[in-house]
T-cell receptor, first 113, second 112 residues
C-alpha cells in the first residue's frame, strides 16, 4: 500500500518568512495529491490539490510535485500567526474511483509574530 | 463549499457500550467516508460508501460497522466500544466526478 511520510515533524518560522513542508510517497503511479490544514481541535481544510508534475498555486499556498523523486512540497508564502496549524499531505488511491486518501502524520507549523 | 456536519461534537462512552456517530452532508455527494485520527497514526480510513444502502470496508474496519440509510446520512457504529477506539473521528464526502474530499469538524470519542 502507498506509504506517505512528512517532514519535518514540526517547524517554527517567523511571520512573513517562507515555510516549506515536505511529503514523500512510495508509489509514483499515484496521480492525485493534496494538502490539508487542521487548526487545533478543528476539521480539515483543503489548501491545494495537484494532479501532474509541476506547480499549483492557491493563494499563498504552492504545491510542487515531482513524481520521479517521489516528493510533493508545500510552500507557504508570507505565513501569518493564523497559519499556525497541523499540515497534512494526502495521496489518492491508485486504482479505482474510491477517492480513498492515504495521509501522512503531518507537520506542525508554528508562525511567530 | 461542501457542508458536512457531524454529531455529537464529543462523547464519553463506557467500555462495552454501544456508540453511534452521525454524519450529514447537504451537497448531494455520492461518496462518504469515516476516518479516525490518532497521535502517531494520522488519519486512517474505517469505512466508506458510494451509494445509499451500501457500505465498503476501509483499511481498519475491525470493531466498526457503518450504515448509509440515505445519500445524506452516514453513521459509524461501535457495537462494543473499547479503550483502543478512543480517537477523533472524521466524516468526509466527495462527489464522484471530483477528487476532493470535504471533511466535517470531527467527533472526539473517549472510551473509559
Amino acid at each position: 500500500q502507498q506509504k506517505v511520510q512528512q517532514s519535518p515533524e514540526s517547524l517554527t518560522v517567523s511571520e512573513g518568512a517562507m515555510a516549506s513542508l515536505n511529503c514523500t510517497f512510495s508509489d509514483r503511479s499515484s496521480d492525485n495529491f493534496r494538502w490539508y490544514r487542521q487548526h487545533s481541535g478543528k476539521g480539515l481544510e483543503v489548501l491545494v490539490s495537484i494532479f501532474s508534475d509541476g506547480e499549483k498555486e492557491e493563494g499563498s499556498f504552492t504545491a510542487h510535485l515531482n513524481r520521479a523523486s517521489l516528493h510533493v512540497f508545500l510552500h507557504i508564502r508570507e505565513p501569518q500567526p493564523s497559519d499556525s496549524a497541523l499540515y497534512l499531505c494526502a495521496v489518492g488511491e491508485i486504482t479505482g474511483n474510491t477517492g480513498k486518501l492515504i495521509f501522512g502524520l503531518g507537520t506542525t507549523l508554528q508562525v511567530q509574530p | 463549499e461542501a457542508a458536512v456536519t457531524q454529531s455529537p461534537r464529543s462523547k464519553v462512552a463506557v467500555t462495552g457500550g454501544k456508540v453511534t456517530l452521525s454524519c450529514h452532508q447537504t451537497n448531494n455527494h455520492d461518496y462518504m467516508y469515516w476516518y479516525r485520527q490518532d497521535t502517531g497514526h494520522g488519519l486512517r480510513l474505517i469505512h466508506y460508501s458510494y451509494v445509499a444502502d451500501s457500505t465498503e470496508k476501509g483499511d481498519i474496519p475491525d470493531g466498526y460497522k457503518a450504515s448509509r440509510p440515505s445519500q445524506e446520512n452516514f453513521s459509524l457504529i461501535l457495537e462494543l466500544a473499547s479503550l483502543s477506539q478512543t480517537a477523533v473521528y472524521f466524516c468526509a464526502s466527495r462527489d464522484s466526478s471530483a477528487e476532493t474530499l470535504y471533511f466535517g469538524s470531527g467527533t472526539r470519542l473517549t472510551v473509559l
